[in-house]
């Protein structure tokens, strides 16, 4: 008997989605709750799993293809897959010849070089145009053999008959130099991969585009002094992750000082809602982390209550779950504010780009000895570059500085957290 492979229901608003990789191919064994196939939507990926121990024997939907929730996209039947038959190899392999591919058959025809005298390199033996190139290439720079003697001065030298020797010709006019050849292209292919565009990235960018046309964004900077965070987490580093069993990272440090200057200025944490501004007195922190189908952005709620580990711990759940792809819709709806970290990539400085309907974020980069001035002295100290992209609609520039130094007085005196000062 076979059973149906339904599209789950990933979300209220989600209606439609997208198949992914079929994990499991028609006569592969599967065992119950294994993963079957990939689920992709505009905000959250997932996996469906095996009702039941047995084999998909059949697929409705390819990856790529659309289909609704609740729609059927394949079966499966009880019991145990047969052993999928060997591949077989293709005529061209079988008998051993070489597959020349089109662009290499092009190259041959304008060369006159014979398919015998290229040595192929691609995947399965195949013959590529570089192939035929560099044929020819060699072929040219070869040393070149001695002009045979003309069939008059051949016959002269086997007969040993004495001939006339006949009147010197007039010595004709010097031939007009050649026009310059056109310049070769350079080697290689000029191919194209189409990718269709996941849902999530269509998401993101759609995003995107709404955030800079509906939005008033502007970015102010400033610079932090990074040397008494890494000092504190040198000295309690070992004790730290003996206890938690997580490292104290920097993130934990600015989502902290992040809240400390929400609490100060709370447009930052407040968005729009038609008319009216909606000013918000808790503290959803989302941590933008990259995701193995693209950036994503989950929420660490009530940030104000957690402590130093608790924070980090989330945030380094979340980056695991992001790469695996398993992150819940819930976990990544909401948001009051957005922290950025293009640091790790290496960025020095950028502008971030709101999340909708939020009205700030803030850019973290890399961290770099620099030198600065400190009483009166040249000094080399650890710093970074902090972006805040708000919106100027209910932000003004002012606030925002203001936002911007409580975060870089925080971050360089540390204990003004735990102090509240």
């Known amino acids: 008997m076979s059973i149906e492979l339904r599209v789950p229901a990933v979300g209220e608003s989600i209606t439609e989605v997208q198949i992914g990789d079929w994990l499991k191919p028609v006569g592969a064994p599967v065992k119950a709750d294994e993963a079957v196939v990939v689920i992709e939507t505009d905000k959250v990926t997932v996996e469906l799993p095996a009702p039941i121990d047995g084999q998909v024997?059949?697929?409705?939907?390819?990856k790529g293809e659309h289909a609704k929730v609740g729609e059927?996209?394949?079966y499966m039947e009880a019991?145990?897959?047969?052993k999928p038959e060997p591949k077989r190899a293709e005529p061209a392999e079988a008998a051993g010849e070489v597959r020349v591919m089109p662009a290499a058959k092009r190259a041959l025809a304008e060369s006159g070089l014979a398919a015998s005298a290229v040595t192929p390199t691609g995947p399965g033996g195949r013959m590529l145009k570089e192939d035929v190139e560099r044929a020819v290439r060699a072929a040219t720079q070869a040393p070149g053999t001695a002009p045979s003697a003309a069939p008059g001065a051949a016959s002269r030298a086997t007969s040993g008959a004495a001939t006339p020797t006949p009147p010197t010709p007039p010595t004709p006019a010097a031939p007009a130099a050649p026009a310059p050849a056109a310049p070769r292209s350079p080697g290689g292919t000029r191919d194209e991969e189409i990718v269709p565009m996941t849902p999530l990235r269509k998401r993101l960018a759609q995003?995107?585009?709404?955030?800079?046309a509906n939005a008033a964004i502007l970015t102010t900077f400033n610079e932090v002094d990074m040397g008494a965070v890494m000092e504190l987490r040198k000295l309690h580093q070992e004790r730290f992750v003996e206890k938690h069993k997580v490292k104290l990272g920097f993130m934990?440090?600015?989502?902290?000082?992040a809240i400390e200057a929400l609490k100060e200025i709370p447009q930052v944490n407040a968005e729009i809602r038609g008319d009216a501004i909606a000013y918000r007195n808790y503290y959803d922190i989302g941590i933008a982390v990259g995701g193995g189908k693209g950036l994503v952005v989950p929420i660490v709620r009530n940030a104000e209550r957690l402590s130093f580990a608790e924070i980090e711990l989330a945030i380094a759940a979340f980056g695991q779950r992001a790469k695996e792809n398993k992150l819940t819709l819930q976990e990544l709806s909401?948001?009051?504010?957005?922290i950025s970290n293009g640091g790790i990539y290496g960025s020095l400085l950028s502008t971030p780009i709101?999340?909708?309907?939020?009205?700030?974020?803030?850019?973290?980069?890399a961290i770099q000895d620099r030198p600065v001035a400190r009483n009166g002295q040249v000094v080399i100290r650890p710093m970074m570059y902090i972006a805040l992209s708000y919106d100027h609609r209910i932000v003004d520039g002012r606030e925002a500085v203001t936002f911007l130094k409580r975060i870089k007085d925080c971050m360089e005196d540390p204990a003004r957290m735990l102090l509240e000062v």
Do not use: D, W
Not at 334 to 338: E, H, I, P
């Open 57 to 62: 024997v059949k697929v409705l939907k390819k």
């Open 72 to 74: 059927v996209i394949g």
């Open 79 to 82: 019991g145990v897959a047969a």
């Open 207 to 212: 995003r995107l585009v709404e955030a800079q």
């Open 252 to 257: 934990s440090f600015f989502v902290k000082s």
């Open 334 to 338: 909401g948001g009051t504010f957005t």
């Open 354 to 365: 709101l999340n909708p309907p939020q009205s700030g974020i803030l850019g973290l980069h």
